[in-house]
């Protein structure tokens, strides 16, 4: 036979064999018996005859089809592959069980039986999350990007160069919605090489790129105000806006002319917002505290309202007026500092002796005087602040410190009975029928309603509308007479007016007082050229 197939042995498919009980695995594995198996399959009859017709066809073009011709009922004619032993020569096949077979294994459908279970069970298409998480706040829609760009184009139309600080506040108020008195805050903020204009470049970046957009008003604010190293507001961060807002709001325009009155306002307004919002009372106001107070919705009323006194909360001048006039009848050396006589006097002697050592103890409050014994402005603000309102949750807090002696967070009898005995005397030297403790003990039950009738938690008191009476009882005689009275004409305007506080209505009377002495004090002095300095009120 003249076929050559010595250069092919080693690419054979042992397949091509037909060894129905050998491994394809183990003739692979074996090369040297494959090369033996093959020579010996040559060197049958049947071989010859093969070999040259599939040789003739694959000269004809005719496709070659070797590997599965067994399958098909055309495998067994003369095209079938000769099988290496003779027919009725094969060896028996050895007693197994059909499930270790090779052969019947090999040609099981389906996975194997080694294989993973996991790969019977189809991956199920991972769900992907959106993300949820902007560090700088979430990008802006498409469309509310566009619009805002729109806008900023016609403001910055006409100016290559940029936009200067009186050009900028529209800015401010159109596209920012911010009130404009922070228009010198938010330009410095995107200024910040100090050239003197933000360019239009320069103001897509802070306000867009940076998702300023869509962040809420009070994140806006903090944002701006805030300095970049820190994460909350100090007092100095208000200044800015406050000092703009007195240069610019029509209602404080007459104070222009008096420069340390510009100041004490800006500080008194500083002053009543930490006591309302800073509930840490550590000086910090943080983002979490801005937008759980008002103080956004007070900026923007005062922004819209020209008349600043209508702004009851923290801006009203008629308020500022009250609390620095207060401070300047106790303060009779005017050192701008208050010690304990000065203060006994607040209120026509209201307060006892024992509440005011409390207070200059500082129990309540730390004070920022840096002399010793003495209480300076910003402690006289968060004084009237509590006294004048005891509804409000820091004068509760406030009060609360004061006469929780022990300071083991509940109010006690004891405690209580120790600053009313003070209340008690004042009473019998003002030839008044007196009330005694055991009375007003089960007064104040009946109007705090405690869970357990030997003491009273802070919660307690804030829960009853009745609690800064409380704190009056034991010691502010004139405000206990006053409750015992009931006026009537009292009861009535707060009816009329359910959504003013007690400090406001307290500064709208007081207000009016001092203005009517101030008209007097001027009424008396005529047209007199000599004005003596010592009388001059504050303003």
């Known amino acids: 036979m003249d076929v050559d197939y010595g250069g092919e042995a080693g690419c054979l498919d042992p397949e091509l064999l037909q060894l129905n009980e050998v491994s394809p695995l183990a003739i692979k594995s ?9 020579e010996q399959w040559l060197s049958l009859p049947e071989t010859t005859p093969l070999v040259k017709s599939l040789i003739n066809n694959a000269k004809a073009g005719v496709p070659l089809n070797v590997s599965g011709a067994t399958n098909s009922p055309k495998a067994t004619s003369g095209n079938a592959i000769p099988s290496m032993f003779p027919a009725g020569s094969a060896p028996p096949l050895s007693p197994r069980s059909s499930s270790g077979s090779p052969r019947i294994s090999k040609q099981r459908a389906g996975p194997s039986v080694l294989a993973s279970p996991l790969r019977l069970v189809s991956e199920p298409a991972k769900e992907l999350i959106p993300q949820f998480y902007f560090q700088n706040g979430r990008p802006p829609p498409n469309e509310i990007k566009e619009r805002c760009l729109f806008r900023i184009n016609q403001f910055f139309y006409g100016h290559p160069e940029g936009l200067q600080l009186l050009e900028f506040k529209p800015v401010t108020k159109e596209i920012c919605k911010l009130p404009s008195f922070f228009s010198t805050a938010l330009f410095k ?7 003197g204009v933000v360019t239009r470049e320069a103001f897509v970046d802070y306000w867009v790129h940076n998702n300023m957009l869509t962040k809420d008003v009070a994140t806006q604010i903090f944002t701006i105000l805030k300095q970049p190293d820190l994460r909350y507001l100090t007092h100095e961060d208000f200044k800015p806006i406050l000092r703009e807002l007195l240069a610019t709001h029509p209602g404080l325009e007459f104070l222009q002319s008096t420069p340390e009155f510009q100041e004490r306002y800006a500080e008194t307004v500083i002053y009543r917002i930490f006591y309302y919002m800073n509930r840490a009372g550590n000086g910090r106001l943080t983002l979490r505290e801005l937008k759980r107070g008002n103080l956004v919705a007070a900026m923007m009323h005062a922004d819209e309202e020209e008349d600043i006194n ?46 005011v050592d409390r207070i200059f103890s500082q129990v309540p409050r730390k004070f920022t005087s840096k002399v010793e014994g003495k209480m300076g402005y910003e402690d006289f603000v968060y004084f009237i602040l509590s006294e004048e309102d005891k509804s409000s949750e820091p004068s509760l807090e406030y009060w609360f410190k004061c006469i929780d002696l022990d300071g083991n967070g509940v109010l006690t009898k004891n405690e209580m009975q120790f600053f009313y005995e003070e209340q008690l005397h004042r009473m019998e030297c003002m030839a008044q029928e007196p009330v005694i403790f055991e009375d007003i003990l089960c007064q104040i039950v009946d109007m705090v309603g ?41 009861i009535r305007q707060e009816r009329e ?13 007081e207000y009016i007082r001092l203005s009517m002495e101030e008209d007097a004090e001027d009424a008396s002095n005529g047209s007199a050229d000599v004005w003596d300095e010592s009388l001059e009120a504050p303003f």
């Open 30 to 38: 074996n090369p040297y018996v494959a090369e033996k198996l093959f």
């Open 310 to 355: 209508k702004v009851l909360r923290y801006f009203s001048y008629e308020h500022f007026y009250v609390i620095y006039c207060k401070f300047w009848e106790l303060d009779t050396d005017h050192d701008f500092l208050i010690d304990k006589e000065n203060l006994i006097r607040y209120g026509n002697h209201a307060l006892t002796y024992r509440i």
């Open 497 to 509: 007016n359910p959504t003013l506080t007690e400090w406001d209505r307290f500064a709208h009377r």
């Open 450 to 490: 405690p869970k357990d009738e030997g003491y009273f938690t802070l919660r307690e008191l804030k829960g009853s509308k009745l609690s800064g009476s409380v704190f009056n009882i034991l010691f502010n005689l004139n405000k206990f007479m006053a409750y015992e009275s009931r006026d009537p004409f009292l």
């Open 189 to 195: 903020r995107i200024d910040v090489n100090g050239t």
